[in-house]
């Protein structure tokens, strides 16, 4: 009996898990629709910004100038220092959502030392920075809170720290790394130059045919007012992106978390069952056996 009441247990026990794994699922895909939504609308902005860059950009090139001559799009084939902007989640429970970005940014990370290039990180979300503070890799900085609540505000507070840090020349590069949302069942990640400003992104030999008119004079001020909005929609972007990618790789986790519970308590059913049938033969015998000896 004390085994019947053992596997009773653990059937009530897994059945109560499988509610809350299927709870967690229910609201990780209510939080991405909302956030699909978000990502979609954000889109479309930053779509609209990169072509405002691309117009200026092209306009300053047709008036005389034969490569953009600013700090933010100054490349450096070999960078002394490199900073490492990635994004992981605050939570938990999301499959291999956070490994893989921890993965990619720890590949970049041997692979510029192998050129003796100094990295820098920059940590956003309470699962990167405990894996690298665990692993005793220093951070340069880090925030938490900000993956799991995206705020264009605190988002470009943090990335216009970084572009300074770039402009006055303490790192020659900004690379953002996180895993970015495709649909509903898949992610992958994504590794943006945030800066310099890769100059093949942008369309510069395009034909132009609106009416924007830039003076050649103020190219230094709009350029730089234009950059840090670019960069600090990518940055709040990407956070958007993560955010979604993280609650359809939850809803993807406890889908199969859900499924294999009740897969487990369909086990336990059986092995609950045959050995109440075992117990029902073992006192069958022995009310038998009983019966036999008085005779």
């Known amino acids: 009996m004390a085994n019947l009441k053992e596997i009773k247990r653990k059937i009530g026990s897994v059945k109560n898990t499988a509610k809350t794994t299927n709870a967690m699922k229910l609201v990780s895909s209510a939080k991405l629709k909302r956030t699909e939504e978000l990502a979609k609308r954000s889109r479309v902005y930053a779509g609209k910004l990169t072509e405002l860059l691309n117009e200026i950009a092209h306009k300053l090139q047709k008036a005389g100038k034969e490569s953009l001559d600013n700090v933010y799009f100054k490349e450096v084939s070999r960078p002394n220092v490199v900073d490492i902007v990635f994004i992981t989640a605050d939570k938990g429970l999301c499959g291999g959502f956070n490994a893989q970005t921890i993965k990619r940014v720890s590949q970049l990370i041997e692979s510029y030392k192998a050129d003796g290039t100094k990295i820098r990180l920059r940590a956003i979300g309470r699962k990167g920075i405990d894996y690298f503070k665990f692993n005793n890799v220093e951070l340069n900085d880090e925030i938490v809170g900000l993956s799991s609540a995206p705020d264009y505000a605190k988002a470009a507070e943090f990335i216009n720290e970084v572009a300074q840090s770039y402009v006055n020349g303490d790192t020659d590069k900004v690379i953002l790394v996180h895993n970015g949302y495709v649909n509903m069942i898949s992610q992958e990640i994504r590794e943006d130059q945030v800066l310099p400003v890769d100059p093949s992104k942008l369309e510069l030999s395009a034909v132009s045919t609106s009416e924007l008119e830039v003076e050649p004079d103020d190219d230094d001020t709009l350029l730089e007012a234009l950059v840090k909005r670019y960069i600090e929609y990518t940055m709040y972007y990407s956070l958007i992106d993560s955010l979604a990618a993280e ?49």
């Open 247 to 295: 609650h359809s790789a939850r809803m993807q986790a406890m889908d199969a978390a859900t499924k294999n519970a009740k897969e487990m308590v369909k086990t336990l059913t059986v092995a609950y069952n045959k050995a109440r049938q075992e117990a029902i033969t073992t006192e069958l015998i022995e009310i038998i056996s009983g019966m036999e000896s008085m005779k």
